[in-house]
C-alpha cells in the first residue's frame, strides 16, 4: 500500500515561532490530505482537511491564520504553525484516502512540543 | 454519523485471544464497519473492515452478528506488541474525514 511520511518526526520550538510539517505520499497522489491533532490519552481531531490547488478547508475552533495549510502537490501538503505557543504541544497526523470506505493511509505523526 | 461505544481499556496476558467488542445501534444499511490501531506516538493503521457475518485477516478477524449493531474485533494469541489503542468506525463513504471516537487501549503484559 501506499506510504505517507511526515517530517520531521518530532521538533522542539520556542513560544512565538514556526515549525513547519511536511507530510508527504511516497507512491500515491494524494488529492486530499487530512491533518488532525491528537493530546495525550486523548483520540484524534480533525483540524482541517487541503485539496491539491485549492484553500483547505478547517474545522471550527481551529484558526486558519495560526494553522497554515498549503497542499501545492499530489505528494506534498505542510501544516506551518504559525507563532507557537505551548497549548499548542500536540502530536499532528496527516491522512490520505485510499478510495475504500473509511480507509485512510495515515502518516507516522509529527510530535511538536513548544516550550 | 453511527455512534460507536467500545470499552475504554482492556487488559490481556500474552498468548490469550482478545475480543474488543463495538457498539453501533444506529448503524445503516450501506455502513462498513471499519477497524484502527494506533501504537504509541504513531499513526493510526487500517487493520480490518467488514460489512456481515465474518472476516479474517492475518492480523484480526471480525464477527458481526445479523442485526449488525454490534461487532466484535478478535485478536488471536496476543503479544506484547499487541498493545495498542483500537478504533471501532462506521460509515459508508470514501474520502471523508475519519471520525474517531476514544477507543479501547488495549495493554498486553507478560
Known amino acids: 500500500g501506499a506510504v505517507v511520511s511526515q517530517h520531521p518526526s518530532w521538533v522542539i520550538c520556542k513560544s512565538g515561532t514556526s515549525v513547519k510539517i511536511e507530510c508527504r505520499s511516497l507512491d500515491f497522489q494524494a488529492t486530499t490530505m487530512f491533518w488532525y491533532r491528537q493530546f495525550p490519552k486523548q483520540s484524534l481531531m480533525l483540524m482541517a482537511t487541503s485539496n491539491e490547488g485549492s484553500k483547505a478547508t478547517y474545522e471550527q475552533g481551529v484558526e486558519k491564520d495560526k494553522f497554515l495549510i498549503n497542499h501545492a502537490s499530489l505528494t506534498l501538503s505542510t501544516l506551518t504553525v504559525t507563532s507557537a505557543h505551548p497549548e499548542d504541544s500536540s502530536f499532528y497526523i496527516c491522512s490520505t484516502p485510499t478510495g475504500g470506505v473509511d480507509e485512510q493511509y495515515f502518516g507516522p505523526g509529527t510530535r511538536l512540543t513548544v516550550t | ?110
Open chain 2, 1 to 110: 454519523l453511527a455512534k460507536t461505544t467500545q470499552p475504554i481499556s482492556m487488559d490481556s496476558y500474552e498468548g490469550q485471544e482478545v475480543n474488543i467488542t463495538c457498539s453501533h445501534n444506529n448503524i445503516a444499511t450501506n455502513d462498513y464497519i471499519t477497524w484502527y490501531q494506533q501504537f504509541p506516538s504513531q499513526g493510526p493503521r487500517f487493520i480490518i473492515q467488514g460489512y456481515k457475518t465474518k472476516v479474517t485477516n492475518e492480523v484480526a478477524s471480525l464477527f458481526i452478528p445479523a442485526d449488525r449493531k454490534s461487532s466484535t474485533l478478535s485478536l488471536p494469541r496476543v503479544s506484547l506488541s499487541d498493545t495498542a489503542v483500537y478504533y471501532c468506525l462506521v460509515g459508508s463513504h470514501s474520502g471523508y474525514a475519519l471520525n474517531f471516537g476514544k477507543g479501547t487501549s488495549l495493554l498486553v503484559t507478560p
